[in-house]
């Protein structure tokens, strides 16, 4: 018996590991800033509990916002300062009701929504630390998994949602920065 068990659980495949490429921005165009330096800070703290699951993705919003300002501006300039700062980035995951007994047993439901949020800010300073000019971005995205979505699909699902939180985000502060920092831009 104990032979036949030992035998049964060799037999058992692994769940492969999914590898998930990183977001990045290189392939877009570079943001000239016509500044001396750019500084990249965050004053997002996660709660690192539910509901909050951004702690647990491989790629989370404030690594993505990061990445953008790392990958998209660039210092051109003899003097002033840039910063942008990751004000918002969130994961919020929402249990969602789903069908019971029979006709549960019968149907698939979406299970749970994850709503994503990410916002970001881009300040122009002088040398004596006075604000020039600035630009904020805003966006939200949600999506919901199946009932019975397996880990690799939430982490697929956590991903692409991420994905296009980012370009949405990409696409709003390019536009502020042209409609609101545009006497900085190179």
Same mark, same amino acid.
């Given at each position: 018996?104990?032979?036949?068990?030992?035998?049964?659980?060799?037999?058992?495949?692994?769940?492969?590991?999914?590898?998930?490429?990183?977001?990045?921005?290189?392939?877009?165009?570079?943001?000239?800033?016509?500044?001396?330096?750019?500084?990249?800070?965050?004053?997002?703290?996660?709660?690192?509990?539910?509901?909050?699951?951004?702690?647990?993705?491989?790629?989370?919003?404030?690594? =993505?916002?990061? /990445?953008?300002?790392?990958? $998209?501006?660039? @210092?051109?300039? %003899? *003097?002033?300062?840039? +910063?942008?700062?990751?004000?918002?980035?969130?994961?919020?995951?929402?249990?969602?009701?789903?069908?019971?007994?029979?006709?549960?047993?019968?149907?698939?439901?979406?299970?749970?929504?994850?709503?994503?949020?990410?916002?970001?800010?881009?300040?122009?300073?002088?040398?004596?630390?006075?604000?020039?000019?600035? =630009?904020?971005? /805003?966006?939200?995205?949600? $999506?919901?998994? @199946?009932?019975? %979505? *397996?880990?690799?699909? +939430?982490?697929?699902?956590?991903?692409?949602?991420?994905?296009?939180?980012?370009?949405?985000?990409?696409?709003?502060?390019?536009?502020?920065?042209?409609?609101?920092?545009?006497?900085?831009?190179?």
């Amino acid at each position: 018996m104990v032979l036949a068990g030992l035998a049964l659980a060799a037999c058992e495949t692994p769940v492969a590991v999914q590898r998930l490429p990183e977001i990045t921005f290189a392939h877009l165009p570079k943001i000239g800033l016509n500044v001396a330096s750019v500084e990249i800070v965050s004053e997002y703290q996660a709660p690192l509990q539910a509901p909050n699951v951004e702690h647990l993705m491989k790629t989370p919003p404030e690594k =993505a916002l990061k /990445r953008w300002a790392a990958d $998209r501006l660039v @210092a051109k300039g %003899a *003097s002033n300062t840039a +910063r942008f700062t990751v004000n918002d980035a969130k994961v919020v995951q929402e249990a969602l009701p789903v069908k019971e007994g029979v006709k549960g047993f019968f149907t698939t439901d979406q299970s749970v929504r994850y709503s994503a949020t990410a916002e970001g800010t881009l300040e122009i300073f002088d040398a004596n630390g006075f604000r020039l000019a600035f =630009a904020n971005a /805003r966006v939200s995205r949600s $999506r919901t998994l @199946a009932e019975d %979505a *397996s880990i690799n699909e +939430r982490e697929r699902m956590w991903f692409d949602l991420v994905e296009a939180l980012s370009t949405d985000f990409d696409q709003e502060m390019e536009r502020n920065i042209k409609a609101h920092a545009g006497g900085y831009v190179m």
